[in-house]
């Protein structure tokens, strides 16, 4: 995949992945408005179980197609990336009949024996059918994606969420006067009917897509079931551990929180404020990240399955160096501007303490996402399924020993040392599979030193702007002075180069 192709996939799918997190931002505000923090609360827990279930169905998949086929185009085994897809629909067929039929008919003892709360039994129940519909589309989306083909993928995602959105909001009315747990109830049956649509679409688009194998002749094609399973299952264990291992963790959280002496409202409350209002919004500004991400397995894979590894230690390099400049910049805005945020998407001035603690960890959070699709694409699974055990095994062990004596202190404290020691064992890994050198100056004290001088240049300019506009425009005007001075600080410093964004430039607009 071309350097320039990589750059215009990246911008679609940004496009793309960017207006779904603004609706889903704002539905979310909608949903934290409606249903409050303990449905926020009640509603995070059902989706921990259902994105086990969801690992279960899908995990894995998607990247072995992705990287499979982009690499036997690579090498020009046609017949081989044909047969990849068809095997890969297979398989996830039974992953995802599998799973929601566990989800169907355990979802009473799930919802009230694990998640110990019976209101959430109503939503798993109406989630259940979603899994096999989603197996099978997942798997068109890693052809898409294997070809750098993003227009179709960044289209359904784009048209399913407002699917989603609007049959949950016009069923709201009707289903939340009968309790939270038909208020979550409505918003299942809009997450199913999402993935129906979805597959409806994807489908359309592959039948009518030009295939890279459509006229090629070669012999017959290998088996490559067992090439699929040895990408997938070692990344679908990892993701099952960890799935299993997050699902306790959410769940242990209120439990733990209820010994140092919660009430049960408020303990599911205060978890719904931080899993379902405070995290989601510092995720927000990471979508040209997982735009990248996405991007990224099939680019490297390509170079290399032909042993291009200069151009895999330049790609790795520019993206890491974009991941630590993208994840300062964000700690600048939401440290500057927390209790203003806070107040503009939710009206609680305690989600802005939140996202004050908790934003610092950002980068780590988004270098984490990247370096783990970088480690997939370089066939190094197993890598990442030791990391994410010990990560999730601390996690657990800090909450469940801490939380009852020191509250959700403890809480804070297990999420900020585990996304850090997970990052710099990611971090280690890379570099020994690698040639790319880390560079701490460009890559960490310069961004640093330019996002402090944004941060009080911008919050002086909010005390200036409020005086005289309103609150939510002086705050959008100050967060776009404090990302000018950012990328002026920046060039200055020297961290980025304008031959870089000139080149970037050139292949956009080629």
Known sequence: MKKEKIIIGTLILTIATTSVRFVGMFFRIYLANIIGSEGMGLYQLILSFFFLMVTLATSGIRVAISKLISEQIALGNYSNAKKVLRQSIGISIFTGFAAGAVLYYFADYIGSHILNDSRTVLALLYLAPSLPIMAISNCYKGYFYALGKVTQPSVIQMTEQFVRVFLIIYLMDTFLPKGLEYGCAAVAIGMTAEEIFALFVIWFFYIFDKKPYSNKTQKKADNMIFKILHISVPISATSYINSILRTVENTLIPARLLLYGLSSETAISLYGMIKGMVLPLLFFPSSILTSLSSLLIPAVA?????????????????????TTISGVLVVAVFVSFPNEIAMAVYNDRQVGLMIKLISYVCPFMYLNMVISSMLNALGEQV????????????????????????????????????????????????????????????????????AVIAGILSKYSYFLFVQTSHHIISLVSSICILCLIYLMGLIAFKSIRLDSINDLKRYVFK
């Open 302 to 322: 390509g170079d290399n399955a032909l042993a291009n590894e200069k151009s895999v230690s330049r790609t790795l390099s520019q993206v890491i160096h974009f």
């Open 383 to 450: 890598s990442s399924f030791v990391v994410n055990i010990i990560e999730s095994v601390l996690k657990i062990f800090i909450i469940y020993v801490f939380v009852p004596v020191y509250g959700f202190n403890a809480y804070l404290f297990a999420l900020f040392i585990t996304t850090i020691l997970n990052t710099i064992l990611y971090l280690f890994r890379l570099l020994q599979v690698s040639s790319i050198v880390f560079d701490i100056s460009d890559w960490i004290f310069k961004p640093i030193a330019a």
